[in-house]
């Protein structure tokens, strides 16, 4: 126990000695540590004012820079507009300098045309060009503008050339006066003259050579020698119908058989019509004075439709009036089919003939869309026939059946009236004979 005792004096004795020695060591320590707190703290504060002055300075440099880059910003800007302007100038003195050079060649090529030459070479520039083929230009143009005589040549209507002298009006009429004829030219292609047919400008022709100024002029102007102009032809009945096709035939033989059969519908109804007075007053005659039997004696030599009705009458006239009146209709009405004849047949004629023109209007527009399909619209001449055919057509048809439907429509009433005036020419032998009391 004792030992216990001294075990444990003993370990308090060495504990109580250690936590001293510690505790001098804790304080060591910490005086140390709190010597590096302060020193890091001023180290801290030292730097973050270095800092502040840093971002400072870094600041203000970036709006230096800033500012400088504004200003290069701007700067680049106009430089770019400059050197926009620089381009689209660059650029109109190319366009020029190309439309320069076309209008060089152009002229060049025009003049060429007219013996003139311009210096082509490269020891010239364009505006040297450009200056001389404008005074060439000028020259010619005055040249062209006046009247002036020249030896030459021209064809005869009959294709014979003869030497002559030529009045040239300007560059857009000549006047060509030889032994053979004189008179205004025409273009006959390649550069040719022809005399032209339609004008009588020979008097013109020999007054221009002899420098005499006139009023006025027969004259034949035109665009150019290059391509030759046909001579101006009348054109006849017979072109017009050609130029109509089969059609256009077609709708003429229809119109002149119409008017065949108008001939003849005329010369049947004054056939019918023309002895209705002359046959009543007989008959009213032969009943006033001697009877029905002289009366039909009296018209027994006529013929015709007016003879036949009247002559029914007679035949029956001893009859009851209503049964006579029924007579005297049946026989006009035998007699309307003679009367009317070809009255239908011309109405139809009449009616179709501007249908056929119609149609003739649709093939001739049909032709000309596939000459157009085929070769385009550059030549007026190829559209020319088509376009012809469809309008000639037409007219044509029209000129049939204006005057076919007037005609016909005038014959159905001269038919009516011829009908009216035998009915009425019965009806008065009736009444005459019923007035007299005549014996039957």
């Keep these: 126990m004792k030992q216990l005792i001294i075990m444990i004096t003993a370990v308090l004795l060495a504990v109580t000695l250690n936590a001293s020695e510690l505790s001098e060591a804790y304080k060591k320590e910490y005086t140390f540590l709190k010597a590096q707190k302060s020193e890091l703290q001023s180290r801290f504060i030292k730097e973050q ?23 290069v910003s701007d700067e680049l800007k106009i430089s770019q507009e400059k050197l926009e302007k620089l381009n689209r100038k660059a650029s109109e003195v190319t366009e020029n300098s190309d439309t320069t050079s076309v209008v060089i060649l ?15 070479s490269n020891k010239t520039t364009n505006l040297q060009k450009l200056t001389d ?42 006047f060509g006066i030889a032994k053979e004829a004189a008179g205004a030219l025409a273009p006959a292609g390649d550069g040719k003259y022809k005399l032209w047919n339609s004008t009588d400008s020979s008097d013109d022709a020999k007054a221009l050579f002899s420098g005499e100024k006139l009023d006025t002029l027969d004259i034949f102007v035109y665009e150019n020698l290059d391509k030759e102009i046909e001579f101006k032809k009348e054109k006849t009945v017979a072109d017009t119908v050609k130029a109509g096709g089969v059609i256009g035939y077609i709708i003429l033989a229809l119109g002149l058989f119409g008017l065949l059969l108008i001939a003849l519908r005329v010369k049947l109804l004054s056939k019918s019509g023309s002895n209705v007075e002359n046959l009543t007053n007989a008959v009213v005659e032969k009943l006033n004075t001697s009877g029905v039997a002289e009366a039909q004696e009296a018209i027994k030599g006529y013929k015709g439709s007016t003879a036949r009705v009247l002559r029914a009458t007679l035949r029956n006239i001893t009859r009851d009036r209503e049964h006579i009146e029924d007579i005297v209709t049946e026989n006009i009405l035998n007699e309307s089919t003679a009367i009317d004849k070809f009255g239908s047949f011309v109405l139809v004629i009449a009616a179709v003939a501007p249908l056929l023109g119609l149609l003739g209007t649709v093939t001739g527009m049909i032709s000309t869309f596939d000459i157009i399909t085929e070769h385009g619209t550059g030549d007026p001449k190829l559209l020319s026939g088509g376009i012809s055919e469809a309008l000639v057509t037409t007219m044509l048809g029209l000129i049939v059946a204006i005057p076919l439907l007037l005609l016909g429509n005038l014959l159905s009433g001269w038919a009516q009236k011829i009908k009216d005036s035998m009915e009425q020419s019965a009806l008065h032998i009736i009444n005459v004979f019923e007035k007299n009391n005549i014996v039957r």
């Design 133 to 174: 083929a404008f005074s060439q230009a000028s020259k010619l143009y005055g040249t062209l503008s006046s009247l002036r005589n020249e030896k030459g040549r021209f064809y005869l209507p009959n294709g014979k050339p003869v030497e002559a002298d030529i009045v040239k009006v300007g560059n857009i009429a000549a």
């Design 49 to 71: 004012q270095e800092q502040k002055e840093n971002i400072r300075a870094a600041g203000e440099k970036l709006n230096g820079l800033q500012a400088q880059l504004v200003k």
């Design 106 to 120: 152009q002229a060049i090529s025009v003049l060429n045309e007219y013996g003139i030459e311009v210096d082509e």
